[in-house]
Nanobody
Framework: QVQLVESGGGLVQAGGSLRLSCAAS????????MGWFRQAPGKERAFVVY????????YYADSVKGRFTISRDNAKNTVNLQMNSLKPEDTAVYYC?????????????????WGQGTQVTVSS
């Protein structure tokens, strides 16, 4: 059974930082590309960042480039998202997801396993 479990969300003031983690089980993690998405109330789920299986290649949405950093630890089956300089518009539920194949995808249909999400709220 595949499980992706996010943690690390919370409430932070604008300009602050949070670190999200996603622990994976039931998949061969080291062979899976991973992604983070977010969904704000009333909006569609939006791509945040992608990382390839080895961690050597990443791709960020323009809205988070230079502020967010993705990393992964294949020995621990975890993928992390360091979020700095947070803005109120970053408020959303953040989801980690396992890519369906090794091709970079920025849409939800490119991912076949999802976590339950973790809430990030940035106050102004």
């Amino acid at each position: 059974q595949v499980q992706l479990v996010e943690s690390g969300g919370g409430l932070v003031q604008a300009g602050g930082s949070l670190r999200l983690s996603c622990a994976a089980s039931g998949i061969t993690f080291s062979s899976k590309a991973m992604g983070w998405f977010r969904q704000a109330p009333g909006k569609e789920r939006a791509f945040v960042v992608y990382i390839n299986p080895t961690g050597s290649s990443t791709y960020y949405a323009d809205s988070v480039k230079g502020r967010f950093t993705i990393s992964r630890d294949n020995a621990k089956n975890t993928v992390n998202l360091q979020m700095n300089s947070l803005k109120p518009e970053d408020t959303a539920v953040y989801y980690c997801a396992a890519d369906r194949d090794l091709v970079l995808s920025t849409t939800p249909r490119g991912y076949d396993y999802w976590g339950q999400g973790t809430q990030v709220t940035v106050s102004s």
